[in-house]
């Protein structure tokens, strides 16, 4: 069987490759590249300003709690309390009553500043502790915020503005901003102060890695131009579809995009320098060198950035509208992220010659290091016992996936999901003392206005409820709006804890029981509780439709079944070792669990990430076993990706470990995670398990295709792979 007829490794680049590479037309590539950047750079500074934070962008579109919070607009729209928290052990004295006065009285005046006008002042509500021990010890004023359509953005200053309103603790006083409020701006506020800096803190790690990497002060730059080039793009062109096409955006997809285009752009040059680097050993024409190593590495970047890109569209079958929103904003990013690295980057790099690997500059002719590098040795000591080599990593990998029994994913409470405690959980511990524990966050229920009377009777009676709570709140000035009602009732529990989910259960049975209500209960526990039921059903289907749709990229890439299948299992391997070893970890740091949130999106990146090195390692093998055999090919593609696969990775995980950084558990945790687990794959996984598995199967990886039943060069034993002379690469 001609190699020919199995890979493209000996035949000529095609019009892509040599438009890209050509003497004069990089220079027309480099010129549309600027127009581009120039043209959508300056939409990119305006992506903040069409996120979509509020709740209605993140819960599940057909969830009950999101369909009463689109009917609540007609009584108070997108109306969530901050409570104003005040205390002093030996009992509130009159400078103190003066101060919550005084507060009140700043809220609720008509010519407010622009600062506070989401404060909705007719709905101020002042409570103090009037009986038991603590009496007269603290009071609290309940604050509804009118968050409206752009809120989310502005609340931390408005809580600011609040706080300033309150003006500074007396000396024995406490005064502290809490309640869903309160902790929604302390998160957004650490948001805040980080986004600004992470893309630069993320460009510092990755230009450290290249430096390390490369050896070279010049040839970094290129890849970093190249990414932030195609940063910039991206974000236009996803400001614009957000702007005039409805693509949702919000803050936790704009955050994660940042770090994906880096990381994966970052890695995706790096192969593709690598492989120029061997063919400027090959060629003296630069141009020439570069239509070769696109042709070559061009189909493991499209198949890579594809397995990411199908990835994340998978995700708009989730039922949790911040996961949905999530999938299309970041395909759309890495396929920019490619676009730029199969043309961009490899227009600088020609235009640039080859004084950019100073100090060492590849010329024809020279030798390949990686041919007697580390990866190479390490090739030559797994082809040894590749068996038990492959048996005894996969064990470890095993063990180490045990450790997913304290995983725990539940849905953090808001106190838990801090890495440090800011003024509003400090705040929310202490007002708990002195108040019922779901103070300020009811359960809030619209239906048929004829129904109303039925409906309160009801909710008196459901286990779980404070009867003395039910009703219309003094906050609203209508019960009754266009044929709706609309009534509050209070858990007895904290509004994260499952005995409120429980009794949001036992609501929402009891409410469907009245014929013609039509109740729909929604804010406080009842989105939690669907929230949990949309996790459920997204951990259900995206899980396994993303690895159908992995396996088959993979068998299309490679043209078989058995690879695939095997690739697959080690990838699922890795992650559960990396869950596993994450739990452990998070557990020794003393963080309450994971989210609910949290698998699955360390197992969409780890699955589509993961894969990539995978299939630059694959390619190569399959490149390399037409001409020299399976095993024989086995370990010049290790020996040939080994070194770029694992600075790819350390860059992938660096970028994912600022997120470890973060002050919010959630996104440290995926983070860690991601991080964790890319090492486990680059270091592990790639090279050791895929390696050995290939080694000790051979040929039969390529079932059922025809190189699978091609002749094995010296039999394709073992000991002609461990004797082959390997000295030349490609």
């Keep these: ?347 600088l790099v020609v235009i640039c010659g080859r004084w950019i690997f100073w100090p060492v500059k590849p010329t024809v002719g020279s030798e390949e290091p990686t041919q007697h590098g580390v990866w190479a040795r390490i090739g030559k000591r797994i082809a040894v016992r590749p068996r038990t080599v492959w048996v005894a990593t996969a064990l470890l990998l095993l063990i180490g996936a045990a450790g997913m029994t304290q995983l725990h994913a539940h849905q953090m409470a808001s106190a838990d999901n801090f890495v440090n405690k800011p003024d509003s959980v400090v705040g929310a511990e202490l007002q708990a003392r002195y108040f019922p524990p779901s103070s300020g966050q009811s359960l809030d229920i ?10 309160t009777a009801a909710l008196k009676t459901v286990p779980g409820i404070d009867p003395s709570s039910v009703g219309t709140p003094t906050t609203v000035p209508q019960q009754i709006v266009g044929g709706h009602f609309y009534v509050e009732a209070m858990p007895k529990d904290p509004a994260d804890s499952n005995a409120a989910k429980d009794t949001v259960a036992r609501v929402r049975t009891a409410l469907r029981a009245i014929p013609g209500a039509e109740a729909k209960v929604g804010s406080g526990s009842a989105m939690l509780v669907d929230v949990d039921h949309a996790t459920r059903h997204d951990n259900e289907w995206i899980i396994p439709i993303t690895l159908i749709a992995v396996f088959i990229i993979l068998g299309l890439l490679l043209r078989a079944f058995v690879a695939p299948l095997l690739l697959i299992i080690t990838v699922i391997l890795s992650l559960g070792a990396s869950l596993g070893l994450s739990a452990l970890a998070f557990k020794a740091f003393g963080w309450n669990g994971v989210d609910t949130s949290m698998p699955l999106y360390a197992f969409v990146f780890l699955v589509a990430l993961g894969i990539d090195y995978n299939i630059f390692l694959m390619t190569r093998i399959r490149e390399e076993s037409v001409r020299r055999g399976t095993r024989r090919g086995a370990l010049v593609g290790l020996s040939a990706t080994g070194g770029v696969i694992t600075w790819a990775g350390l860059v992938l995980a660096a970028t994912f470990g600022v997120l470890a950084g973060l002050p919010i558990v959630t996104f440290a945790e995926i983070g860690f995670a991601v991080a964790l687990g890319v090492l486990l794959d680059t270091m592990i996984v790639r090279s050791v398990l895929v390696t050995a598995l290939t080694l000790d199967i051979g040929k039969v990886m390529w079932w059922p295709s025809q190189l699978s039943k091609a002749d094995e060069p010296g039999g394709g034993t073992l000991d002609s792979a461990r004797s082959a002379d390997d000295s030349v690469l490609v």
Excluded: C
């Design 1 to 347: 069987m001609s190699g020919n007829a199995l890979t493209n490794a000996d035949s000529e680049p095609g019009a892509f490759a040599r438009v890209v590479s050509g003497r004069k037309s990089k220079w027309v590539v480099f010129g549309v590249w600027i127009l581009l950047i120039i043209a959508l750079g300056g939409f990119a500074s305006k992506l903040n300003g069409v996120e979509k934070n509020d709740s209605a962008a993140w819960l599940p579109k057909s969830a009950e709690s999101t369909q009463e919070l689109k009917l609540e607009g007609a009584f108070h729209p997108n109306w969530y309390p901050a409570i104003l928290f005040f205390e002093r052990d030996g009992g509130l004295n009159a400078a103190d009553h003066a101060q919550i006065d005084k507060t009140v009285a700043a809220l609720k005046v008509s010519a407010k500043p622009a600062a506070v006008n989401m404060v909705v002042h007719e709905a101020v509500l002042t409570q103090e502790v009037t009986d038991g021990p603590n009496a007269g010890k603290a009071a609290q004023v309940i604050v509804p915020l009118n968050l409206g359509n752009d809120g989310w953005n502005k609340l931390p200053d408005t809580i600011k503005a609040v706080k300033a309103a309150m003006g500074p603790a007396s000396a024995g006083e406490k005064v502290y901003v809490t309640g869903p409020m309160g902790e929604a701006a302390d998160e957004a506020d650490s948001f805040k102060n980080i986004n600004g800096s992470l893309t630069y803190i993320t460009l510092g790690v990755v230009i450290l890695i290249l430096l390390i990497a490369y050896r070279s002060p010049i040839l970094w730059f290129i890849p970093i131009l190249s990414a932030g080039g195609a940063l910039f793009v991206g974000e236009g062109i996803i400001y614009l579809l957000a702007k005039h096409a409805g693509l949702t955006v919000n803050g936790q997809a704009a955050f994660i995009l940042v770090v994906l285009l880096l990381g994966a752009g970052t890695d995706y040059a790096l192969l593709l320098i690598a492989r120029y680097r061997e063919e400027l050993r090959r060629y003296e024409d630069r141009h020439e060198a570069m239509a070769h190593a696109l042709h070559r590495a061009g189909p493991a970047l499209v198949a890579s950035s594809t397995t990411v890109a199908v990835s994340m569209l998978i995700l708009l079958v989730a039922e949790m509208n911040s996961t949905k929103g999530m999938g299309p904003v970041l395909a759309i990013g890495v396929l920019v992220d490619l676009l730029a690295m199969l043309t961009l980057m490899p227009a």
């Design 446 to 455: 619209i239906g048929n206005a004829a129904k109303v009377d039925a409906v």
